[in-house]
């Protein structure tokens, strides 16, 4: 079973303020990655993690950032949310892999809503 | 670039009938398949993989055979359970250092007794 954390599971919060969505694990993997999944349930990869001190966007393009100073830890922090932002948030990890099989590991997700 | 494209939802059936969610991937080379499952409120968790062709993932009475003639993985179940209401998730991925996995749009399953 995988360890991967994620706080707040809930957060209601008003336009302009900066939030902080924590995403840790205990298993020692490299790899994170954030998704934002929408209401009709798509994921969408907007930030990744190789390793302390590695970050790439992802697909989607989003006005957050994220941070990877340590390996257990991977915060994704908005400066100043916005409705828009309203959606889930989650967090995956995946161990370096050789030859393949990129299994990855979600946590619980933060329901982000901004008023 | 590498995709998957899943059944569409929802789909709905009742208990103990026979469960098929069509998933067919687009990919360079030799990918894992994978299927994840989402029950309300949590994140996705691993059902099922499969790493090269011809392999079966099975779990919880849940199987997909990885077809490369046809780039398909195709989940099945012989008899869903309420329990098996969800959102069901394929996705493919190549074992790069990127470590990407592409996922398909997701179906929603609801299961009545």
């Known amino acids: 079973e995988a360890d991967i954390y994620q706080t707040p599971r809930y957060l209601v919060i008003g336009t302009g303020k900066k939030i902080t969505l924590e995403c840790s694990q205990t298993?020692?993997?490299?790899?994170m990655y954030w998704y934002q999944q929408d209401p009709g349930m798509e994921l969408h990869l907007i930030h990744y993690s190789y390793g302390v001190n590695s970050t790439e966007k992802g697909d989607l393009s989003s006005e957050s950032t994220v941070s990877r100073i340590r390996t257990e830890h991977f915060p994704l922090t908005l400066e100043s949310a916005r409705p828009s932002h309203t959606s889930q948030y989650l967090c995956a990890s995946s161990p370096r892999t050789s030859g393949g099989t990129d299994t990855q590991y979600f946590g619980p997700g933060t329901r982000l809503t901004v008023l | 670039g590498d995709s998957v494209t899943q059944m569409e939802g929802p789909v709905t059936l009742s208990e103990e009938a026979f469960l098929t969610i069509n998933c067919t991937y687009t990919?360079?080379?030799?990918?894992?398949l994978f299927w994840y499952v989402q029950y309300p409120g949590e994140g996705l968790q691993l059902l099922l993989k499969a790493t090269k062709a011809d392999d079966k993932g099975s779990n919880k009475g849940f199987e997909a055979t990885y077809r490369k003639e046809t780039t398909s993985f195709h989940l099945e179940k012989g008899s869903v359970q309420v329990s098996d209401s969800a959102v069901y998730f394929c996705?493919?991925?190549?074992?790069?250092?990127?470590?990407?996995?592409?996922f398909g749009r997701g179906t929603q399953l609801t299961v009545w007794p």
């Open positions: 298993m020692g993997h490299d790899k």
């Open positions: 996705a493919t991925g190549r074992g790069s250092t990127l470590g990407r996995l592409y």
């Open positions: 990919a360079t080379g030799y990918p894992s």
